[in-house]
């Protein structure tokens, strides 16, 4: 999560931004930099590869001077961290400086587009905007309308913020999708633009968050808004100055907001890590060499509840992506059971919090047997990262709902990315390959946000159904978790009784269950086992069930058999329970508070599970 924050009014910019910029250091960051309209009339741009600390240290009694600045603290996506690489972002003057938090999922199009008038200073796909926005000001724009154009001919989701020399005073900020919050502050006689709150409550009260497709026109006593070019009115709510409130930001609950923040999660989890220049997964924590990784004869992926559903998942990535024999166990049965492992063996441990007792008993044992280890994780020196010899962190930030979804999502995320990684590793991945792995994971924030944009279908079907006490879910292949994920976020926390099994399993004794008090969700994607889908879907009609279906857009076959259907995009079908299990997270939220079920502190349930 990119931190961003901006400041226009009477008082130097610098050290406000920067301050602001360090209350957003828990969203994690690999460089840092500060643009400031000098008095001169010139921009200073001060960035560089290291934390906030660094930059200020490198400043100590030469700080630029200004009223207006914007600053950023980057993850790393496109380009290594570099003091390059770093944002703030020029154009060829040097006079229109940008920050951005996204993929320009159209990056390298758009350079070849710009052609060789403009000069590129960086690897990072970011540097395209300011060039765009360069060539839409020749036009005769002013910076607003400009930005509005450049949005248009961004692919992705987008948080922006642009301000220019030729425009003192003014701040243009732009939100498109759902990868990237912005937030206006309304101060007296200044004016502040963050991507989070802390970064704002030091200062005011009254904000404004930007809805997708917005354009604020900020300056020191006013702020204008657009939305798909026509102005509109967005009124400042004011947010109560207590710890909850502020984390919570615009949401009723933290489960709504985590749910939210998914398209950022994954994203986090991606940045430095996907090298889409070079098609390569360079993974900063799994420094094991190519000939350990060549020993490897099986993979063992554990895990509990959540995190043993996106194990499950993460088998299908080891076994069609890397080519490794895999298996995945439930940890607390794994280390019962006496398994048969060695040297030879990599353990996969996926743990949100790293603390989780019978996941890292299973480490242990793996531990005593000689075992290789790459532990899948949210927690920042936990213990499964002590124990592990490699580490994927999730990079989601603080998870405060008992029920996980966003590190649910970051965790397949990283199993993805560590299946490549280990892939290339052991040369069984070439370029040409990888390149075909890492696009449609460049595509998979916005499409995550895509699907939340439709959140209000779930609002209506929980409406529906939310007085049934007993539900089936129903996948195949991959979505065979997917479906135990969505039935075990229901049970968690709206109480309903909820099972799921693979579709193939239904004539085998869940097909007794059918009757019309028993809504069955089925997920239904493209590909080989759609026909057998349609076939359960069908079987269930024929007992007089109800269907809820979940398919990919453009299958209109599916609304003629389903009694209700909700679409996600296409993507990849290794990639698609990230976006199918979004609908499934968001029926059981909106069904739960329809129940009036506290969703973020579900009955008997913990966070982490620290006693067997």
Not at 38 to 44: A, L, M, R
Not at 86 to 96: I, N, S
Not at 381 to 390: E, L, V
Not at 428 to 442: C, F, K, Q
Request: proline share 5%; hydrophobic share 40%.
């Amino acid at each position: 999560m990119c931190g961003i924050n901006g400041y226009v009014g009477e008082r130097e910019a610098a050290p406000i931004v920067l301050d602001g910029l360090s209350r957003l250091e828990y969203r994690g960051y690999d460089s840092v930099g500060v643009a400031v309209l000098q008095d001169s009339g010139e921009v200073s741009i001060h960035k560089r590869a290291g934390k906030i600390g660094d930059l200020s240290s490198e400043l100590t009694d030469r700080w630029p001077t200004g009223k207006q600045a914007i600053g950023h603290t980057r993850w790393a996506t496109h380009g290594k961290p570099s003091d390059a690489n770093a944002h703030p972002h020029a154009d060829c003057t040097g006079r229109l400086v940008v920050i951005h938090n996204g993929i320009v999922e159209n990056h390298q199009e758009l350079r070849r587009r710009l052609g060789d008038e403009h000069t590129f200073a960086s690897e990072t796909d970011t540097e395209v905007i300011p060039h765009l926005l360069e060539n839409n000001l020749k036009d005769g724009m002013n910076l607003a309308d400009a930005l509005t154009k450049t949005m248009n001919q961004l692919e992705g989701a987008h948080a922006v913020l642009a301000m220019s020399a030729d425009e003192p005073g003014v701040i243009v900020a732009a939100r498109a999708g759902n990868a990237g919050g912005i937030v206006v502050g309304y101060g007296r006689g200044e004016n502040y633009v963050a991507s989070d709150l802390p970064a704002l409550l030091p200062h005011t009260r009254n904000v404004v968050f930007l809805d997708d497709g917005d354009i604020a026109v900020v300056r020191a006593k006013t702020v204008e808004y657009r939305n798909g070019g026509r102005p509109v009115t967005r009124e400042p709510q004011e947010v109560p100055y207590d710890p909850v409130s502020v984390a919570k930001g615009n949401y009723k609950h933290f489960m709504q907001k985590e749910i939210g923040e998914q398209p950022e999660a994954i994203l986090d989890t991606i940045r430095g890590r996907a090298n889409f220049a070079e098609a390569r997964v360079d993974l900063e924590d799994v420094q094991i060499s190519p000939s350990r990784l060549g020993s490897i004869k099986r993979v063992v992926l554990v895990g509990m509840g959540t995190s043993l559903h996106a194990a499950m998942i993460g088998r299908h990535y080891f076994e069609r992506i890397a080519r490794m024999p895999a298996e995945v166990d439930n940890a607390s049965e794994w280390r019962y059971r006496e398994p048969v492992v060695g040297p030879d063996t990599l353990l996969v441990s996926v743990s949100q919090s790293g603390e989780t007792v019978d996941t890292l008993a299973a480490m242990e044992l793996a531990r005593e047997r000689g075992c290789l280890q790459v532990t899948i994780c949210n927690g920042i020196g936990s213990q499964a990262t002590r124990m592990a010899d490699g580490i994927v962190y999730t990079r989601c930030g603080l998870e405060i709902g008992v029920a996980s979804t966003k590190t649910y999502l970051a965790a397949i995320t990283a199993l993805y990315l560590l299946a490549c990684h280990i892939g290339q590793e052991r040369g069984i991945i070439d370029r040409e390959r990888m390149g075909g792995y890492l696009e449609p994971i460049a595509h998979l924030p916005y499409l995550a946000g895509e699907v939340l944009a439709r959140g209000a279908e779930q609002e209506e079907l929980a409406h529906e159904f939310a007085r049934f006490d007993n539900f089936l879910f129903l996948g195949r292949g991959i979505h065979y978790p997917v479906v135990m994920e969505g039935a075990l976020k229901l049970k968690e926390v709206s109480y309903i009784h909820a099972e799921g099994y693979p579709a193939g399993e239904m004539k085998h004794g869940p097909i007794a269950l059918i009757d019309p008090d028993v809504p069955v969700v089925a997920v239904v994607q493209k590909g080989d086992l759609r026909a057998k889908m349609i076939n359960n879907i069908e079987q269930v009609k024929a007992r007089e069930g109800t269907v809820i279906a979940i398919g990919v857009d453009g299958d209109d076959e599916l609304e003629e058999k389903a009694d209700r259907t909700f679409y996600v995009p296409e993507t990849s079908d290794l990639l698609s329970p990230v976006l199918t299990s979004i609908p499934m997270q968001l029926f059981a939220y909106n069904v739960a508070v329809r129940r009036g079920c506290d969703v973020d502190q579900p009955r008997n349930l913990a966070k982490t599970v620290t006693v067997e």
